[in-house]
């Protein structure tokens, strides 16, 4: 039995490891997706079953869950056959949704750490790469209906033998992807993470000795799986159903969805996704991994005290997503699972806690990426460009307090890129960046307001994509108030207004100089009735523009 | 008329003064409760502590947290702001964030309300071309409405000012016309730097903060200059420089960091004197622990800091991260069974059990109590609700004695610490390890050592008056002032010679600003950077440069090798890019006597001399543990730890197996035992 000092602070330290790793790869990163927005992730995984043990705390959210069902893959592959067993210096690359992942353009390293000739545990890190291939520049594609359009998919390979890395592999690599002459600087960079954790590790391991360690990780797995069903038992005996609706998978235009039931079982919560929709056509699947992190993940927001660690997911059940379109198998196309649906499985999971847990639990956020691609050609420069505008929106008002206006994705914890900066790299001219003004969602607590922004094409060809959500229905509102402003998409084209078949995704509406695409994301779900809105808050809001006076007379009754 | 220099620091709690006679190199000190709201009244009242006649000083330099706390507290001038059509909510969407990677709650209060942001149409593309011509009409029409509306500050600030300003000049012209206030703020003018909502929060910080901090300062002025002070008064900003009272309003925003900087400008005085270029400072008090990193003998200056969430402030200030709360953390054991110290914190109010203010949550203060390293005598009948606190809430959950409980506190907090300050360094591309500490601050000495122990840091240097570090700060601080422009080009295709002419412009109108000073003066030197990085990057390096007329070669060399410093990569296949030109211009004052902090008269001949007592202090174990007096250690002190020294402003500790010695200038070196 390790002594409680030692164990705090090995587990501090643990943590250290991995935000240090977090720090070089984003520093040293090319990708503006890594270096910018943190859609990165590092972590310490056992080497026996790849069960999480510490992870950087500024990863990104999706990947809180990914890494340990990758690195257990890759473990079992070994262990098989399938896969070359590891040689000290060696470092793997994997994509495969399949294998314990998310979407292609989510690219994990792992790499053991060794004492004295044994695995001591895997080192892991997940980028996300601007392109891998496919049918379309960034990998979002609206319309696939196979894994294979979707870009090149790497089983787990050795990218560095011996520490150096395979230049013939790398070349395969890079003859499969665009923009390949600056993914050098990302590899390096996500290479260079781990052997930072390396080094970091070894003094760790050389000061504590393994013994210690290894006493001292498992009990902090003890210490998480406590900690979680103390915060479970916690709560009232039941079970709360809730869904969740997706749009449209792109290809068939019709919702799918998420049917969500959890009920408490003692020190344990069961989450059963039994009824919801079956596999997609298009790219609106999620795989097993990405469906299980997103319960994880939507958990942690709730108990965000909880540490990441494997323990923290053990009591938590997660049933019936087989033969749904949460559990999705080869071949069919997974783009939109990481950025899109699991926000909905969050949500879903959302709207039931807040069942039993209204204090903690906030109404819906927008959850969208809203993420729209403008690819085309600058006749200025003479250069190809694809440019992504991803936005935020409102959250869900709470117990306490409003929802934030344009906060980030529940899956994401990174910045918008600055309109002076969208504008100094791509031919295009913002007509407007503005609060989206009515969509936060009527409640006690109001949600926060979406973005509304439009963009003109100003010289040469373009096509625009979209890959959004909550077009169809707005976040939801909870304990009486009203669902958020659902996202619009709108093309502004030669005078007339063009409103896309799916709502919120399209793919390669050609644009012209002087088109114009005008995006408003969703606004936050209120919480709470309405009416019990203090009046001087309702008057605040209607004085400064963000309703109309007839709108918020008839949302929040006038008394 | 006197020529006494005085600094003094207002902080949250306490206002301090150190007060310097540079013929005599006599010193007076003085502490004294900050006033609220009017700090003027803290000023004067630490002046009458010292037993200081205003007529006898020659300078009085002033670290503030006027513009912080209104920040913070959002108590702000009543600000409009002008801006482009269709981009009057870029200050109320900010980046698209929340305050924390995990919880989907948060606030945020805009520096100036939707009513007060109105919109004209105008607009500049990326490269400065007009697209839509300013409408002078609708400025006057907004002018009148903020006028109405009860404004007294203005903001201007629309798209791609930086490229070209044209239209900013244009309608501050008009406003100025129609409008007699003295508060214009132009985006382009405080940061020519593209990033339109970095660029307006600090321009709408400035506009706001700026008549707090004029009618402040004016008055602190008036106030000096009654009791007898004939010299200007002189502010601390936050860039580690000072400027004088009549200029430091036009840009109010970089007296956000007053406080901090002048901490880091004492740390590099002190360590420079020392033979210490190499410090991470470490300043920790009761509600918050700072850390900078001193390289070279210089002060770090960032120019992206956030004061509050989603409150970026981008212009050069000294880079001081807060790692964390200070003494008053909170300890508890959570649901699981293990043991967490913050990040909540007891404050200043009603702070930890042992300040007997109304506390009752365990707080790292009172572990250090229990453990004796705090004097028990000083606290008094709340010392035993401090053990109580600490027996209750860690100790019988975790099943410890209550000394081994409030030791597991100290350690938990001290590697918290320790890692966000190995943080701290890594992030900008340090090894702790090259480091000596320079711990000041309340609580900064007591906790130094093991600190240092923990990140393989050799050396803890302990300034004379680690309480009024800040103040010192302000005694000693130069004349800065700091330059950025964007260039924006790959290296190969940038025009050396505009390089060239921009950095000399830059070093031109820094020595005329300095010129026009009425301090006295004893060098100015201007040091150059270029931010650079490789293309298709966003982060930036920044690149020293060894004079204002880089070649090429030497600019793509220079960046290279800082890149492989820092990120141990090379990348040959890519070309680098060259994006701002930095120059800062610094007047160093002729030097301080700093020899006499501790009054030589009060030294005993002998280490015995300066003994006040012994007490038992936990180490692993209770030690029977010499305390002396600070003030009396004799001049060449040696000893060995365990040992706790005591002054006015804070207590030390000496851990075993630590090696303790002073140098002339009353500095205490502690060599760290491993």
Partial sequence: MIDPVTLAVIQAQLQQVCDEMDLAFSRAAFSPVIAEADDRSDGIYDAVDGALIAQGARGLPVFVGTMQFSTRTLIARIAAGETAPPEPGDIYIVNDPYLGGTHLMDVRFAMPVWREGRIFCWLSNTGHWPDTGGMVPGGFSASAIAVEQEGLRLPPVKLYKRGAMDRELWQVICSNIRVADQRIGDVRAQAAALLVGEDRLATLLDRWGEATVTAAIAEMRALAARQMRAMIAAMPEGSWRSRAIVDSDGVVNAPLTIALEVSRRGEQLVFDFTGSSPPCAGPMNSVRATTLSSVYLAVRHVFPDVPLSAGAFEPLAVRGIEGSFLDARYPRPVSGCAAEVSQRIAEAVFAALVQPLPALVAAAPAGTSGNFALGGHDPETGRDYVMYQISGGGYGGNADHDGLSNGCSTIGISKAPPVEIMEQRFPVLYRRYALHEGSGGAGMHRGGFGVDYEVELLRGVARASFVMDHGRVGPQGVLGGQDGGVNRVEILRGGEVVVPEHLSKAQDIPLSPGDRVRVRTPGGGGYGEPARRDPAAVAEDVRLGRYDARDAQRRFGGR | ?674
Wanted: proline fraction near 6%.
């Fill in chain 2, 1 to 674: 008329m006197g020529g006494l220099v005085a600094g003094v620091d207002v902080g949250g709690t306490f206002t301090d003064l150190c007060i310097c006679d540079p013929a005599t190199g006599a010193v007076r000190l003085a502490k004294v409760p900050t006033s609220m709201p009017n700090q003027a009244d803290g000023v004067l009242a630490a002046f009458a502590a010292a037993g200081a006649a205003l007529a006898e000083v020659g300078l009085v330099v002033h670290g503030t947290t006027t513009t912080t706390n209104a920040v913070l507290e959002r108590r702000l001038a009543r600000t409009g702001l002008i801006t482009t059509a269709g981009f009057r909510d870029v200050l109320e969407l900010g980046r698209r964030t929340r305050p924390r990677p995990y919880g989907m709650t948060g606030r945020f209060v805009p520096v100036i309300p939707r009513d007060l942001r109105l919109e004209v149409d105008e607009r500049m593309d990326a490269r400065g071309r007009v697209l839509v011509p300013l409408d002078a009409d609708a400025v006057r029409a907004a002018v009148g409405r903020l006028v109405a509306a009860g404004c007294e500050s203005l903001v201007i600030h629309f798209l791609h000012a930086y490229a070209n300003p044209a239209h900013e000049l244009a309608a501050a012209a008009i406003a100025a016309e129609l409008w007699q206030t003295p508060w214009i703020t132009m985006g382009h003018a405080l940061l020519s730097e593209s990033r339109e909502y970095e660029r307006g929060v600090t321009a709408a910080v400035n506009a706001a903060v700026r008549p707090v901090l004029e009618r402040y300062v004016g008055r602190l002025a008036d106030e000096l200059a009654a009791r007898g002070y004939a010299r200007e008064l002189l502010v601390m900003n936050g860039n580690g420089g000072m400027v004088s009272a009549r200029a430091v309003g036009r840009e109010a925003v970089k007296t956000v960091m007053s406080g901090p900087a002048s901490g880091v400008t004492a740390a590099v005085v002190t360590g420079r004197a020392a033979g210490m270029e190499n410090l991470i400072t470490f300043d920790m008090g009761g509600t918050s622990t700072d850390v900078a990193l001193i390289r070279g003998g210089l002060a770090p200056v960032s120019n992206e800091i956030e004061i509050d969430y989603a409150m970026p402030i981008h212009v050069p200030m000294v880079d001081v991260r807060t790692v964390g709360a200070g003494g008053g953390s909170i300890a508890r054991v959570d649901a699981a069974g293990l043991l967490r110290v913050g990040p909540d914190s007891a404050g200043a109010d009603p702070g930890p059990v042992c300040y007997g203010r109304g506390g009752t949550r365990a707080t790292l203060s009172d572990a250090n109590l229990v453990l004796g390293r705090l004097p028990p005598d000083r606290f008094g009948i709340a010392a035993g609700d401090a053990r109580a606190a600490i027996a209750a809430q860690i100790a019988a959950p975790l099943g410890l004695a209550v000394e081994a409980a409030a030791e597991a506190v100290v350690r938990l907090a001290n590697t918290h610490m320790a890692g966000a300050m190995r943080m701290v360094s890594v992030s900008l591309g340090a090894d702790p390890r090259d480091f000596a500490l320079f711990a000041f601050g309340g609580a900064g000495p007591l906790h130094a050592s093991a600190l240092a122990r923990e990140l393989a840091i050799p050396r803890v240097l302990i300034p004379a008056r680690p309480g009024l570090t800040n103040a010192l700060g302000c005694v000693v601080a130069d004349l800065r002032h700091d330059f950025l422009r964007t260039v924006g080009r790959p290296l190969d295709d940038a025009d050396m010679a505009e390089v060239h002419a921009i950095l000399a412009a830059q070093e031109a109108e820094g020595r005329a600003l300095i010129a026009a000073e009425t301090v006295a003066i004893e060098a100015v030197r201007a040091e150059f950077w270029a931010d650079m990085q490789f293309l298709g990057q966003t982060h930036l390096l920044r690149v020293p440069l060894p004079h204002p007329r880089p070649a090429r070669a030497e600019l793509q060399a220079a960046f290279e090798a800082a890149y492989l410093a820092r990120f141990r990569v090379s990348l040959p296949e890519i070309r680098a890019g060259l994006v701002n030109l930095a120059c800062s211009v610094i007047a160093t004052r002729p030097p301080v006597d700093l020899t006499r902090l501790i009054d030589p008269a009060g030294r005993r001949p002998t280490l015995a001399g300066a003994l006040t007592g012994r007490r038992p202090v936990w180490f692993g174990g209770w030690q029977e543990t010499p305390v002396y007096r600070r003030e009396r250690l004799p001049e060449g002190v040696r000893l060995a730890g365990p040992a706790v020294i005591e002054q006015m402003d804070c207590t030390i500790l000496i851990e075993p197996g630590d090696r303790l010695a002073d140098d002339a200038r009353g500095n205490l070196i502690v060599e760290v035992g491993r």
